[in-house]
């Protein structure tokens, strides 16, 4: 067991004297605060607490940063001070505020988006609606579970002993891990995934595995036959997917 280390109460109550809050007097000594309280309530002393003052800013200083453009975070840097304080100011100058105002997530924004992709991705909502990422998940997945929208995971398919990821047929898409796509209309998404799925048709392997990937994704077999159909028919077949060795 480790050596107990010994409290110098007298000390505790010297400082307490002084105004030092358990914190304060526990940096003083090297102990946790948790052990000052202790036996600060041995000796029937109430707990104290220091008020911090807000730090005051240089006001002709903030306005010359404001002046110049900089951001809140800038200024709040160039003042040794904090985001919240500069929100502060501004407010209470009536200043404009340059913080950029969120738009509002709504299901027909979502909606109208996809409809002018064709499909969608977490990280697009977020950026769009300058949102979390967290949230912009949520939103999907309750047009997801009301049934406008419809999701197409690009994970990893198998055929024998050959492995192929989705990331390898949808490079273009520059999809890390197994990002999911959203969109509404099948008869469209599969014109766009036509358009940038990299496969060679004549590599039974490789077909054979993004079929299976299509199939995963529930898409029906007429749809598979339409993507297979619009592939096809392009005049310059996209460079042969690289497989990935096992």
């Given at each position: 067991m480790g050596r107990v280390r010994k409290v110098d109460i007298e000390k505790i109550k010297e400082l307490y004297i002084k105004g030092y809050s358990d914190y304060r007097i526990a940096r003083e000594l090297d102990i946790t605060s948790w052990t000052v309280g202790y036996h600060r309530r041995k000796l029937g002393l109430p707990a104290l607490y220091e008020r911090r003052r807000p730090k005051r800013i240089d006001f002709e200083k903030f306005k010359q940063l404001y002046a110049q453009g900089l951001t809140y975070r800038q200024i709040a840097k160039q003042l040794g001070t904090t985001i919240g304080t500069v929100c502060a100011y501004v407010t209470k100058?009536?200043?404009?505020?340059?913080?950029?105002?969120?738009?509002?997530?709504?299901?027909?924004?979502?909606?109208?988006?996809?409809?002018?992709?064709?499909?969608?991705?977490?990280?697009?909502?977020?950026?769009?609606?300058?949102?979390?990422?967290?949230?912009?998940?949520?939103?999907?997945?309750?047009?997801?579970?009301?049934?406008?929208?419809?999701?197409?995971?690009?994970?990893?398919?198998?055929?024998?002993?050959?492995?192929?990821?989705?990331?390898?047929?949808?490079?273009?898409?520059?999809?890390?891990?197994?990002?999911?796509?959203?969109?509404?209309?099948?008869?469209?998404?599969?014109?766009?995934?036509?358009?940038?799925?990299?496969?060679?048709?004549?590599?039974?392997?490789?077909?054979?595995?993004?079929?299976?990937?299509?199939?995963?994704?529930?898409?029906?077999?007429?749809?598979?036959?339409?993507?297979?159909?619009?592939?096809?028919?392009f005049s310059t077949t996209p460079s042969t997917t690289e497989q990935v060795a096992r």
């Open positions: 100058y009536k200043l404009a505020n340059r913080r950029p105002r969120r738009i509002k997530v709504t299901d027909d924004g979502i909606l109208r988006l996809v409809e002018q992709k064709g499909y969608v991705t977490v990280d697009d909502i977020a950026k769009n609606f300058k949102v979390h990422i967290f949230t912009a998940r949520e939103h999907l997945h309750r047009l997801e579970r009301k049934g406008l929208l419809k999701r197409f995971k690009v994970g990893r398919s198998y055929t024998g002993s050959q492995r192929y990821s989705g990331v390898d047929f949808f490079r273009t898409l520059n999809i890390r891990g197994n990002k999911i796509l959203y969109y509404s209309d099948e008869k469209r998404f599969i014109e766009l995934l036509s358009k940038v799925a990299e496969v060679d048709l004549n590599d039974r392997g490789a077909k054979r595995s993004l079929t299976a990937l299509l199939r995963d994704n529930n898409l029906p077999d007429e749809l598979i036959d339409l993507f297979y159909k619009l592939k096809s028919s």
